[in-house]
Structure formats: C-alpha cells, structure tokens
C-alpha cells in the first residue's frame, strides 16, 4: 500500500485533462474491482456451501459479502468524490453504470438483513447462500454497463483495445490494484479468525451453561 501511494503521488504523471484529481482513478477504480472480486468469492463459498457442503463455506461466504460491501461504499464515496471535483456533480441518475452499481451494493446490503431475520442455523446458511449466488449475476451487467457507456461521467478507460493510458500510469494502477487485493485478502483473514473464535467461543459456552 505504501509503494502504491507513493506511485500515485511521485510516478504517474497528471492527465492531461483532468490534472491532479484524476489521481483518485488508482484508488476508486481498483477499489471498485476488489468489490466484485469479494462478491464473486462470496457467490463461490455460496455454492460450496449447497453443492459440496463443505464446512465453514457459510460463513467464508458472509465475511466475503462483508468485505465487498464495505469496498462497495468505498467505492460509491470515491467515485461521488471524484465526479463532483471533475464534473461538478456528485451523482447522475441518467448514467446506467453509476446506478447499477448502486443496485449491487443495495443489493448486497440487503443480504445481512435477511441473514439476521433468520434464527442462527441450516436454514439460515442455506437462504444466504442462495441469495448471494443470485447477487453474483448482477457483477457482470454492471461491468459491462461501463464498457458500453459512452457519457461524460464515467469514462472507458480498459477497451478491446487495451488500457488506454500511459505505461506509467497503467504500472502504478497494477500496483495499486495488487495493493487493494492484498488489504482485502488481510481484512478478510483477519474477520474470517476473529468470526471463527467467536463461534468456537459460543460453543464453549453452551457446552460449560
């Protein structure tokens, strides 16, 4: 993270267009794809869950959403940061990709409000697994509403083409992007251990009660 900041602020030259603010790019973009990378995880350990019943994919696949909701809302506060400093509003209905992304993470924000109506248990494990493998088939409509979008405030930076921007700026997105990918992979292990104990923690004590 240290490298990837450092990156940002001394390697990758300002755009043209933009200058200085474009610099949020190599937060809010790669932010955004570790977002579907959490949710697509989660959707994994959701079918392991139902097709192999392995143990402990539930609750993999709950701290997976988690995570994805939370770089979700990272997302949407980044990109708001960035429309309104370079095209001076914080939001626009009338783009298709800015609002399917809002419906993933409402959609996934939901996911904790059912798993919480429901008494801890089978049935608990089963309707969130379901839930979040339903979720998974919103990521590809909303990556592909950026691809083929053609407004102002969200531009196309990855075509069939390739990236379109310089060497520079294309490593530091690579780092950046790595850099998010290993923050996600830390906070995920680390909710993952601390969920784990809790659990073997309860069990202690209806065991001991």
């Not at 790669?30 to 192999?52: Q, R, V």
């Not at 809002?102 to 409000?113: C, G, I, N, S, T």
């Amino acid at each position: 993270m240290v490298a990837a900041v450092a990156m940002i602020a001394f390697f990758a030259p300002e755009d043209a267009d933009q200058g200085l603010s474009q610099k949020i790019f190599y937060f809010h973009v790669p932010i955004a794809l570790t977002a579907y990378a959490c949710f697509g995880w989660g959707a994994w350990k959701a079918l392991l869950h139902l097709w192999k019943r392995r143990p402990g994919a539930d609750l993999e696949s709950y701290v997976a959403v988690h995570q994805g909701v939370i770089f979700g809302a990272l997302t949407l506060v980044t990109g708001s940061i960035w429309a309104k400093i370079s095209w001076g509003v914080w939001w626009a209905w009338s783009s298709n990709q800015l609002v399917l992304f809002l419906v993933l993470f409402l959609f996934y924000a939901a996911y904790f409000m059912l798993r919480f109506s429901v008494e801890p248990g089978p049935r608990r494990a089963n309707l969130s697994a379901v839930y979040a493998l339903f979720g998974v088939a919103l990521i590809p409509v909303s990556f592909l509403a950026i691809r083929l979008a053609n407004d102002f405030i969200h531009p196309t930076v990855f075509t069939s083409h390739g990236p379109q921007m310089s060497g520079r700026m294309f490593a530091t997105f690579c780092v950046s992007w790595a850099a998010m990918l290993l923050l996600v992979g830390t906070l995920y292990h680390v909710e993952l251990a601390g969920k784990r104990l809790d659990s073997r923690l309860r069990e202690l004590r209806e065991l001991l009660a």
